[in-house]
C-alpha cells in the first residue's frame, strides 16, 4: 500500500495540474475573445476531436483502448481531444523512440546468429510463429545451456548472491522496483565490494514504478560507492511517456549468466516480509549465447540515457573451448509500446490457437483485450485444457476486483481458473503441450501487453518445461478452483463490471 500511495501522490496531482491548466488556459482565451470566436474556438477543438476520433478508429490498437478515448472526445471535445494529444497518441512518445533507435543501431551486430529453422522440420506451425516473433523483435532463438529454475524467489536470491561475488568484469541490473531491505541491502553491499575490485557496476530502474522506494538520494549512495546508477524514462512531468515504463527484471554478469523472470528487487519477493501472505514468484538463471541477448537489452536502454556509455566491443563472454551440452532452445526478448505490433499479446493468441493439449497461464492481473479474451474462450470450447493460476489474496483490490470480472465468460467456455489460497501469485509463465513455454515478465493487462516495456524468455523442448509444469501442478494443489456458482450474477455487481472493463486501459 505505501508503494502504491507513493506512486499516486506523484501522479494524481500531477495529471491535475495538467487538466487544470488545460482548463484555465481554455478560459482565457475565451475571455480575451468576444462570444463569436469563442464559439469558433469550441467548433475547431470539436472537429480536432472528431479527426481523432476517426483516426484512432482505424489505428489497430485494442478496442476497449479506442472506446475508452472515443467516450471520452464525444462527452469532452475540447478536454478528450487535449488529452489525447499529450496522453493517448503513440506518436508523441517519439523522443523516446529516437533514444532507444539511436541506442540499438550502435549495438548492431552483437547478437548472436539465430538457429530458429533448425525446428522447421520437426513443428512447422510453432515454427512460423517463432520465426515470426525473431522478425519482429529482432532477438534470435539460440541453442540453451544450462538453466536454473526458480519457484519462489527466496531460493533465487541465494545464487544470484553467489554469482555476484564471483564477477570479473561486469554486473548490469536492470528492475522495475527497487526498495531497501535484506534483498537489495545484500545485493548493493556485494556490488560495491565488487566495485573495489575493478568490476563495471551499473544498475538501471524505473523512475515511476520506484517512485515510492527509491529516490535520487539513493542513486547519489550508489555513486559514492562507484556504483553508478540511473532512472529509466526519468519522470518529470506529466507526458506520454508516463505510460511507457520500463517492466523488465534482468541482472547480467559477465557475459556468462543471466537472471529473469517476475521478481524485483524487494523483501517480499523473497518472502522476508509478507505484506499479502506468501508471495508466489519464479525466475530463471542462464547461461551460454542466450545471456548475449540479455547484455544487448541492458545496454541498448542504458546508452539510450546515459552519456556513459556501454562500449559493445567485448560486452560478451569469450567462447569456451569446450561447448557444454545443450538443452533445447531458448528465445529472449523484449516487448516495446512503441512498435505496430503487440509481440507478447501476440505471442500468447498464437500459442492458444495452436495448442492441441493444454495451455496453462500463472499471472497475478487478467485484465484482457477482446482478441486474447476470445483466444482463451476459443482454446477452452475447442477442447484444450486451458488454466489460470491467480492470486488468492491481492496487491491491488480494485484490479483484482476487475480481473474477476473476466472469470463469467471464461468458466463458462471451460477455462479452469485457481486462486493461490496461501498468498498473491506475481508470476508470469505459460507452458503448452509440453513443449514450449515463456516465463518473464509480462502479466496479462493492459499495462504489459501494451504500454509497457516488458522481457520474456520461450524455451522449446528445454528440461526447464519440465520443472515450471512440476511446480505449476504443486501450485494449482495449494488453490482453490473457482466455479461458475462462485460468480456473482447481480445486476448491481454486472454493472460494476461493465464500468471496470471499460476502464481497465487505465489501470
Given at each position: 500500500?505505501?508503494?502504491?500511495?507513493?506512486?499516486?501522490?506523484?501522479?494524481?496531482?500531477?495529471?491535475?495540474?495538467?487538466?487544470?491548466?488545460?482548463?484555465?488556459?481554455?478560459?482565457?482565451?475565451?475571455?480575451?475573445?468576444?462570444?463569436?470566436?469563442?464559439?469558433?474556438?469550441?467548433?475547431?477543438?470539436?472537429?480536432?476531436?472528431?479527426?481523432?476520433?476517426?483516426?484512432?478508429?482505424?489505428?489497430?490498437?485494442?478496442?476497449?483502448?479506442?472506446?475508452?478515448?472515443?467516450?471520452?472526445?464525444v462527452a469532452m471535445p475540447i478536454l478528450g481531444a487535449m488529452l489525447y494529444f499529450f496522453l493517448?497518441?503513440?506518436?508523441?512518445?517519439?523522443?523516446?523512440?529516437?533514444?532507444?533507435?539511436?541506442?540499438?543501431?550502435?549495438?548492431?551486430?552483437?547478437?548472436?546468429?539465430?538457429?530458429?529453422?533448425?525446428?522447421?522440420?520437426?513443428?512447422?506451425?510453432?515454427?512460423?510463429?517463432?520465426?515470426?516473433?525473431?522478425?519482429?523483435?529482432?532477438?534470435?532463438?539460440?541453442?540453451?545451456?544450462?538453466?536454473?529454475?526458480?519457484?519462489?524467489?527466496?531460493?533465487?536470491?541465494?545464487?544470484?548472491?553467489?554469482?555476484?561475488?564471483?564477477?570479473?568484469?561486469?554486473?548490469?541490473?536492470?528492475?522495475?522496483?527497487?526498495?531497501?531491505?535484506?534483498?537489495?541491502?545484500?545485493?548493493?553491499?556485494?556490488?560495491?565490494?565488487?566495485?573495489?575490485?575493478?568490476?563495471?557496476?551499473?544498475?538501471?530502474?524505473?523512475?515511476?514504478?520506484?517512485?515510492?522506494?527509491?529516490?535520487?538520494?539513493?542513486?547519489?549512495?550508489?555513486?559514492?560507492?562507484?556504483?553508478?546508477?540511473?532512472?529509466?524514462?526519468?519522470?518529470?512531468?506529466?507526458?506520454?511517456?508516463l505510460n511507457n515504463r520500463d517492466h523488465r527484471k534482468l541482472m547480467v554478469i559477465d557475459g556468462?549468466?543471466?537472471?529473469?523472470?517476475?521478481?524485483?528487487?524487494?523483501?517480499?519477493?523473497?518472502?522476508?516480509?509478507?505484506?499479502?501472505?506468501?508471495?508466489?514468484?519464479?525466475?530463471?538463471?542462464?547461461?551460454?549465447?542466450?545471456?548475449?541477448?540479455?547484455?544487448?537489452?541492458?545496454?541498448?536502454?542504458?546508452?539510450?540515457?546515459?552519456?556513459?556509455?556501454?562500449?559493445?566491443?567485448?560486452?560478451?563472454?569469450?567462447?569456451?573451448?569446450?561447448?557444454?551440452?545443450?538443452?533445447?532452445?531458448?528465445?529472449?526478448?523484449?516487448?516495446?509500446?512503441?512498435?505496430?505490433?503487440?509481440?507478447?499479446?501476440?505471442?500468447?493468441?498464437?500459442?492458444?490457437?495452436?495448442?492441441?493439449?493444454?495451455?496453462?497461464?500463472?499471472?497475478?492481473?487478467?485484465?484482457?483485450?477482446?482478441?486474447?479474451?476470445?483466444?482463451?474462450?476459443?482454446?477452452?470450447?475447442?477442447?484444450?485444457?486451458?488454466?489460470?493460476?491467480?492470486?488468492?489474496?491481492?496487491?491491488?483490490?480494485?484490479?483484482?476486483?476487475?480481473?474477476?470480472?473476466?472469470?463469467?465468460?471464461?468458466?463458462?467456455?471451460?477455462?479452469?481458473?485457481?486462486?493461490?489460497?496461501?498468498?498473491?501469485?506475481?508470476?508470469?509463465?505459460?507452458?503448452?503441450?509440453?513443449?514450449?513455454?515463456?516465463?518473464?515478465?509480462?502479466?496479462?493487462?493492459?499495462?504489459?501487453?501494451?504500454?509497457?516495456?516488458?522481457?520474456?524468455?520461450?524455451?522449446?523442448?528445454?528440461?526447464?518445461?519440465?520443472?515450471?509444469?512440476?511446480?505449476?501442478?504443486?501450485?494449482?494443489?495449494?488453490?482453490?478452483?473457482?466455479?461458475?456458482?462462485?460468480?456473482?450474477?447481480?445486476?448491481?455487481?454486472?454493472?460494476?463490471?461493465?464500468?471496470?472493463?471499460?476502464?481497465?486501459?487505465?489501470?
Amino acid at each position: 500500500m505505501k508503494k502504491i500511495l507513493g506512486r499516486l501522490i506523484i501522479v494524481v496531482p500531477a495529471v491535475l495540474l495538467q487538466v487544470f491548466w488545460y482548463l484555465v488556459l481554455l478560459g482565457l482565451m475565451n475571455n480575451l475573445l468576444n462570444e463569436h470566436l469563442g464559439d469558433v474556438l469550441n467548433a475547431v477543438f470539436s472537429v480536432l476531436a472528431a479527426i481523432f476520433v476517426t483516426g484512432l478508429v482505424a489505428k489497430r490498437e485494442e478496442s476497449a483502448y479506442k472506446l475508452l478515448w472515443v467516450m471520452l472526445m464525444v462527452a469532452m471535445p475540447i478536454l478528450g481531444a487535449m488529452l489525447y494529444f499529450f496522453l493517448g497518441n503513440k506518436s508523441t512518445g517519439r523522443n523516446l523512440k529516437k533514444k532507444l533507435t539511436q541506442s540499438s543501431k550502435n549495438l548492431e551486430g552483437t547478437l548472436p546468429i539465430g538457429m530458429v529453422e533448425e525446428i522447421k522440420a520437426e513443428d512447422k506451425r510453432l515454427h512460423q510463429t517463432l520465426s515470426h516473433l525473431c522478425k519482429t523483435t529482432g532477438f534470435p532463438m539460440v541453442k540453451n545451456e544450462d538453466t536454473r529454475f526458480y519457484a519462489f524467489g527466496e531460493d533465487m536470491f541465494q545464487d544470484m548472491c553467489q554469482d555476484l561475488r564471483n564477477a570479473k568484469r561486469y554486473i548490469y541490473l536492470e528492475y522495475f522496483i527497487i526498495q531497501k531491505g535484506k534483498f537489495w541491502d545484500t545485493l548493493a553491499d556485494i556490488m560495491a565490494k565488487k566495485v573495489t575490485e575493478g568490476v563495471d557496476v551499473r544498475v538501471m530502474y524505473d523512475d515511476l514504478g520506484s517512485i515510492g522506494t527509491f529516490s535520487v538520494v539513493d542513486v547519489m549512495a550508489l555513486s559514492e560507492k562507484g556504483i553508478k546508477c540511473i532512472p529509466f524514462n526519468p519522470f518529470l512531468f506529466i507526458k506520454s511517456q508516463l505510460n511507457n515504463r520500463d517492466h523488465r527484471k534482468l541482472m547480467v554478469i559477465d557475459g556468462k549468466v543471466a537472471y529473469s523472470g517476475g521478481i524485483n528487487l524487494a523483501d517480499e519477493y523473497i518472502n522476508e516480509t509478507h505484506p499479502f501472505g506468501r508471495w508466489k514468484d519464479i525466475g530463471f538463471r542462464v547461461t551460454g549465447k542466450a545471456v548475449n541477448s540479455y547484455t544487448y537489452m541492458f545496454a541498448e536502454f542504458w546508452n539510450a540515457f546515459s552519456n556513459d556509455t556501454i562500449i559493445t566491443a567485448g560486452i560478451h563472454a569469450p567462447e569456451e573451448e569446450k561447448k557444454q551440452a545443450t538443452n533445447g532452445y531458448i528465445l529472449p526478448y523484449y516487448d516495446s509500446p512503441m512498435g505496430q505490433e503487440h509481440v507478447s499479446n501476440e505471442l500468447f493468441i498464437e500459442i492458444l490457437s495452436s495448442a492441441t493439449s493444454y495451455v496453462w497461464f500463472y499471472t497475478p492481473y487478467l485484465m484482457l483485450g477482446d482478441a486474447l479474451y476470445d483466444a482463451f474462450i476459443r482454446a477452452a470450447k475447442r477442447g484444450v485444457d486451458v488454466r489460470i493460476i491467480m492470486p488468492g489474496i491481492p496487491d491491488k483490490k480494485l484490479v483484482y476486483r476487475l480481473s474477476r470480472s473476466y472469470y463469467m465468460d471464461l468458466l463458462a467456455a471451460g477455462v479452469k481458473i485457481y486462486e493461490y489460497t496461501p498468498g498473491f501469485v506475481h508470476a508470469k509463465a505459460f507452458i503448452a503441450d509440453d513443449k514450449i513455454a515463456g516465463i518473464g515478465t509480462v502479466n496479462l493487462d493492459y499495462r504489459s501487453l501494451f504500454l509497457h516495456f516488458e522481457c520474456n524468455a520461450v524455451f522449446y523442448k528445454a528440461d526447464i518445461i519440465g520443472d515450471l509444469k512440476k511446480d505449476y501442478l504443486a501450485t494449482q494443489n495449494e488453490s482453490h478452483e473457482k466455479r461458475a456458482g462462485d460468480i456473482n450474477r447481480g445486476l448491481l455487481y454486472c454493472f460494476g463490471n461493465n464500468v471496470l472493463r471499460l476502464i481497465a486501459p487505465l489501470l
